[in-house]
């Protein structure tokens, strides 16, 4: 079977991608403790490090899962990446100091030190155009690596939500293209049919619930049913902060049973934070609604033991296993051709 490692693996969306397409992810690497604790309950078969990478050698992990330099087939990761985003950089300035950029470097400096077979990488758009992926890069090809990368909408494989990310596939002395785009579009309908009521499930990510205070509760209610927007309601029956600003629409509006959902966030619970509330009942969607979204298996377990905002930042942050699956695939289908 082919092996990979994840570097900074969160709460696995990414190892979940790699193993539906066939790859043994035999170690995995994150800083954050409940991020490892969401990864060890669904991925107990791997080696994972809680550690600051920068403070983890590859000669460490290489000593630990047995391997020599050319033996993994893949390293994939995701480099946190609050540094590049459009957020953070103002006017879609294209470069700022964030010791967190630095990651995108390290990712390069494994790979120099475990000469993997094929790369993949992922991020947030900006970073196509930041100075330091063409360091990284020029490092990948003096090493012999054949690089593709590119933003892709993760809407085109089968994710039930719009959502741009910046990606980045590469072999070793060979080429390998990404995975053409999917033929139909998957739907919030698509994802959340089918689910038990919430509050009666059995599943604490589903039965989780909510307080909002009566105002909240009321223009909740009389918001338009399957994608209405609060700018649908009368001026006074709108909360008085929303009045005095033009813009973000999409706060307090509900998603549209056969349409894409939007962009899953760590505010995804909170309808203060953009179009997260259901279609049809008067709440915000739940963490298992928002992980469905996010194309996680029914049965993945993000823990609670931080409360129920620090979950859905784990599920906001992850990789959408269906998005990540198909590259994969290439990659493996690459490999075991060569």
């Known amino acids: 079977m082919l092996t990979a490692i994840d570097l900074y693996c969160g709460a696995g969306g990414l190892t979940e991608g790699l193993k539906q397409?066939?790859?043994?992810?035999?170690?995995?690497?994150?800083?954050s403790p409940l991020a490892v604790e969401a990864y060890e309950a669904n991925h107990s078969e791997t080696v994972v490090w809680r550690r600051d990478l920068r403070r983890l050698s590859p000669d460490e992990v290489m000593r630990r899962l047995g391997i020599a330099p050319g033996d993994l087939d893949l390293l994939a990761g995701c480099p946190p990446c609050q540094g590049f985003s459009s957020m953070r950089t103002r006017r879609q300035a294209t470069y700022i100091e964030d010791r967190r950029n630095a990651l995108v470097?390290?990712?390069?400096?494994?790979?120099?030190?475990?000469?993997?077979?094929?790369?993949?990488?992922?991020?947030?758009?900006?970073?196509?155009?930041?100075?330091?992926?063409?360091?990284?890069?020029?490092?990948?090809?003096?090493?012999?690596?054949?690089?593709?990368?590119?933003?892709?909408?993760?809407?085109?494989?089968?994710?039930?939500?719009?959502?741009?990310?910046?990606?980045?596939?590469?072999?070793?002395?060979d080429t390998v293209t990404f995975a053409p785009r999917t033929q139909a579009t998957a739907t919030v309908s698509d994802a959340l049919q089918g689910l038990?009521?919430?509050?009666?499930?059995?599943?604490?990510?589903?039965?989780?619930?909510?307080?909002?205070?009566?105002?909240?509760?009321?223009?909740?209610?009389?918001?338009?049913?399957?994608?209405?927007?609060?700018?649908?309601?009368?001026?006074?029956?709108?909360?008085?902060?929303?009045?005095?600003?033009?813009?973000?629409?999409?706060?307090?509006?509900?998603?549209?049973?056969g349409r894409l959902a939007p962009t899953i966030t760590g505010g995804c619970i909170n309808p203060s934070k953009g179009r997260f509330l259901h279609p049809d009942e008067n709440r915000a969607i739940t963490l298992r609604e928002a992980a469905l979204l996010q194309s996680f298996p029914p049965d993945y377990k993000f823990p609670l033991t931080r409360g129920k905002y620090q979950a859905a930042d784990l599920i906001g942050n992850a990789l959408p296993p269906r998005f990540v699956a198909p590259q994969a695939r290439q990659i493996a289908a690459a490999l075991q051709a060569a």
Request: proline share 5%; with cysteine; charged share 35%.
């Open 21 to 31: 397409a066939g790859f043994s992810v035999i170690g995995a690497v994150d800083i």
């Open 105 to 173: 470097a390290r990712f390069a400096g494994f790979a120099e030190a475990l000469e993997p077979r094929a790369l993949m990488m992922e991020n947030v758009p900006a970073l196509r155009e930041d100075r330091r992926l063409k360091l990284m890069l020029a490092r990948l090809r003096k090493r012999g690596y054949e690089v593709s990368y590119d933003v892709l909408d993760a809407a085109d494989y089968g994710v039930p939500q719009r959502r741009r990310r910046f990606v980045l596939i590469a072999l070793r002395h």
């Open 196 to 257: 038990p009521p919430a509050g009666k499930s059995s599943d604490p990510l589903h039965d989780h619930g909510e307080r909002r205070s009566r105002a909240v509760r009321e223009l909740i209610s009389e918001i338009p049913r399957d994608g209405g927007s609060r700018s649908s309601l009368a001026r006074d029956r709108q909360l008085r902060c929303h009045r005095r600003v033009a813009g973000w629409y999409d706060v307090y509006g509900r998603m549209k049973w």
